[in-house]
T-cell receptor
Framework: AQKVTQAQTEISVVEKEDVTLDCVYETRDTTYYLFWYKQPPSGELVFLIRRNSFDEQNEISGRYSWNFQKSTSSFNFTITASQVVDSAVYFCALKGNSGYSTLTFGKGTMLLVSP | DAGVTQSPTHLIKTRGQHVTLRCSPISGHKSVSWYQQVLGQGPQFIFQYYEKEERGRGNFPDRFSARQFPNYSSELNVNALLLGDSALYLC????????????FGDGTRLSIL
């Protein structure tokens, strides 16, 4: 069975602070994919980033960066210089390699960025 | 390009009624999945369809059913509605393949009175 744990329920920061969202996962698959999604108050889940289990290179995309560590089964997501528009619920999700496999989501972390 | 579209946006029903939710995937996407998201939780997988066949089913009762049409749009049906069915129902579409990201619609917010 797959499991995703987001221990942080809610994080509050002031604009321009950096913030890291934690994600720990469990899976028996040797090949899998990890995702981060953003859900603003409007409700739509917006795809942000994807990482393959066989590629541990960490990347930066604009203000977003992620730290994937297979040894600790963690996939943390960092927003640099946070903005008010970043306020949303962020979900970490896990998907196996089969085309039929589906997303397993964590419970989400609510990020509140105040001016 | 149009994203995933869902209808209706909001729906209010009473216990015991049945409901049909609709989803149109992104053009070219043949895989459609349905998720239920209750307040304060992450989405929970209900169904996945690919090429009009059910490919996966989550831990939901038989009151929940779905189908996919030749144009790859999909319907989710829920019978004998319970108060606990109140939730945001999300549809997602993707290209087929393990790592392909799923793209979500705005959802249908279902309230049961």
């Amino acid at each position: 069975a797959q499991k995703v744990t987001q221990a942080q329920t809610e994080i509050s920061v002031v604009e321009k602070e950096d913030v890291t969202l934690d994600c720990v996962y469990e899976t028996r698959d040797t090949t899998y994919y990890l995702f981060w999604y953003k859900q603003p108050p409007s409700g739509e889940l917006v795809f942000l980033i994807r990482r393959n289990s066989f590629d541990e290179q960490n990347e930066i995309s604009g203000r977003y960066s992620w730290n994937f560590q297979k040894s600790t089964s963690s996939f943390n997501f960092t927003i640099t210089a946070s903005q008010v528009v970043d306020s949303a619920v962020y979900f970490c999700a896990l998907k196996g390699n089969s085309g039929y496999s589906t997303l397993t989501f964590g419970k989400g972390t609510m990020l509140l960025v105040s001016p | 390009d149009a994203g995933v579209t869902q209808s209706p946006t909001h729906l209010i029903k009473t216990r015991g009624q049945h409901v049909t939710l609709r989803c149109s995937p992104i053009s070219g996407h043949k895989s459609v999945s349905w998720y239920q998201q209750v307040l304060g939780q992450g989405p929970q997988f209900i169904f996945q369809y690919y090429e009009k066949e059910e490919r996966g089913r989550g831990n939901f009762p038989d009151r929940f059913s779905a189908r996919q049409f030749p144009n790859y749009s999909s319907e989710l049906n829920v019978n004998a509605l319970l108060l606990g069915d109140s939730a945001l129902y999300l549809c997602a579409s993707s290209l087929y393949g393990g790592g392909k990201p799923q793209h979500f619609g705005d959802g249908t917010r279902l309230s049961i009175l």
